[in-house]
């Protein structure tokens, strides 16, 4: 299966280190939200590699609890592959903090710092 790596399109994701390996299978439609923080992500065609199924000595996706989720709609992610629930759906908490997430970030002005 190939691992497609993914970046955040337009900013840094907070949970992923800016980086997302998928496993998908050849012909699948390419993730348009990350699946562990639901942001736009794009795929990093360049960066694709391959792993030949049965060569590694250990499950390391499932090892890792990979689980890929695709976000289905406001507040609801559908289970892609791995293990764990099916879907996820997100509370109205959960849901602002995925809009405060989306909204562009503010400016953070360090008075301290570099007055001239
Ligand atoms: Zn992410």
């Known amino acids: 299966m190939p691992v497609y790596e993914y970046e955040p399109d337009d900013r840094d994701c907070l949970m992923c280190d800016g980086r997302v390996d998928v496993i998908q299978g050849i012909g699948e439609d390419p993730l348009k939200y990350c699946p562990w923080c639901g942001l736009d992500v794009k795929r ?3 960066r694709v590699t391959f792993k030949i ?59 301290d710092k570099d007055v001239s």
């Open 44 to 46: 990093v065609i360049s």
């Open 53 to 111: 199924q049965g060569s590694a000595p250990e499950d390391n996706t499932s090892r890792k609890g990979f689980t890929t989720f695709r976000k289905a709609e406001k507040g609801v992610w559908e289970k892609v592959s791995g293990e764990g629930p099916d879907v996820l759906t997100g509370t109205k908490d959960d849901i602002a903090a995925v809009d405060a997430e989306k909204a562009p970030p503010k400016k953070i002005i360090d008075l």
